[in-house]
């Protein structure tokens, strides 16, 4: 089954114990410029095309994320930090002490998000890997060290050539912000091969005489993808006879297919134009006893005017 895209936020939430303390982040650079209560935590993707001039301030100003303190009951496509656009994933943390929770927040546009945790602890070691809205077990008291890390793809088509830009976001105290200073790289037809950005930080914090220290990591890889036009579901009877043809158009975020009694399989096909301008047809077929009892996902790629993909849910439904 394809993934379903969350129509809030991703967020996996995990109850641990201890609090915020102080640290400094590295950032692929010889020194750290944050305060000593500033830690990084995610990135803000920007995209720069070719021939697009550059109107935001300098790179010093912090522009402060516009969303509230209770993230997990919001969506996040209503934020934004500042007036930039681009599109936010990070590492949101709610609460103090034990009833402290953490969590991976994301735009939309990110897709193969990963969220891993792993927890050391005086006598043993745990490792959580996740990608899935549930509760996880709190972890032991005793421990001496968590690491974080999240991963997750943007596609971009052969529209888009030009710069991307992983701009840090920085926790500092109850509040989020992003500077315009991070990694870039270039995206075009000259390079149609996935490329990847990360960036990490470390901290330590003393609370009743225990040290726990702290690593934070996000990886976000950047991919070009053949650019989608149409979509075109047929019906299919047990003995292969077309029964149906529906072109499908997305006016919202979601369509909902339900197939017809009579029809065995549907075929789902894509109509692309892939980097070279050529039109090509994918077919993805879909066996009506393969499908659950509620509905299964068909991700469809479409792209904005800048060649951004924002991905759509086709529910197909028996």
Not at 22 to 35: I, M, T, V, W
Not at 104 to 124: G, I, K, P
Not at 135 to 155: F, G, H, M, R
Request: charged share 30%.
């Amino acid at each position: 089954m394809m993934r379903k895209i969350n129509k809030k936020i991703l967020s996996l939430i995990l109850v641990i114990s201890g609090t915020s303390g102080l640290s400094a982040c590295q950032l692929a650079k010889e020194e750290s410029k944050f305060d000593a209560n500033e830690n990084l935590r995610g990135a803000f993707i920007t995209f720069k095309a070719d021939g697009e001039e550059d109107t935001y301030d300098d790179v010093d100003k912090k522009y402060y994320g516009t969303f509230g303190e209770n993230l997990f009951d919001k969506d996040i496509k209503k934020y934004n930090f500042g007036d930039l656009d681009g599109y936010a994933i990070f590492l949101n943390e709610e609460g103090e002490g034990e009833d402290k929770i953490q969590g991976a927040a994301c735009d939309s546009v990110f897709q193969n998000v990963n969220y891993a945790l792993s927890v050391n602890s005086e006598e043993n070691a745990k490792e959580i890997i996740t990608t899935t809205e549930e509760s996880l077990p709190e972890p032991d008291v005793n421990i001496t060290s968590e690491e974080s890390k999240i991963s997750a793809t943007i596609y971009v088509t052969s529209k888009f050539n030009g710069i991307v830009t992983a701009n840090p976001i920085i926790k500092e105290g109850n509040k989020y912000y992003t500077i315009r200073e991070g990694n870039s790289f270039y995206v075009g037809n000259e390079s149609p091969g996935a490329q990847s950005i990360s960036a990490s930080s470390d901290s330590k914090t003393t609370n009743d005489s225990r040290t726990k220290s702290e690593k934070f990591t996000y990886t976000i890889s950047v991919e070009a993808v053949d650019e989608l036009k149409s979509i075109r579901i047929k019906e299919m009877s047990s003995n292969d006879t077309l029964i149906s043809t529906k072109d499908i158009v997305h006016k919202d975020d979601d369509y909902e297919f339900k197939m017809s009694k009579n029809a065995a399989y549907i075929i789902v096909e894509e109509t692309c134009v892939d980097n070279k301008g050529k039109e090509i047809v994918k077919r993805t077929i879909y066996d009506r006893d393969k499908i659950d009892n509620e509905s299964t996902n068909h991700l469809c790629n479409y792209a904005n005017e800048k060649g951004i993909v924002i991905p759509k849910n086709l529910y197909i439904k028996k």
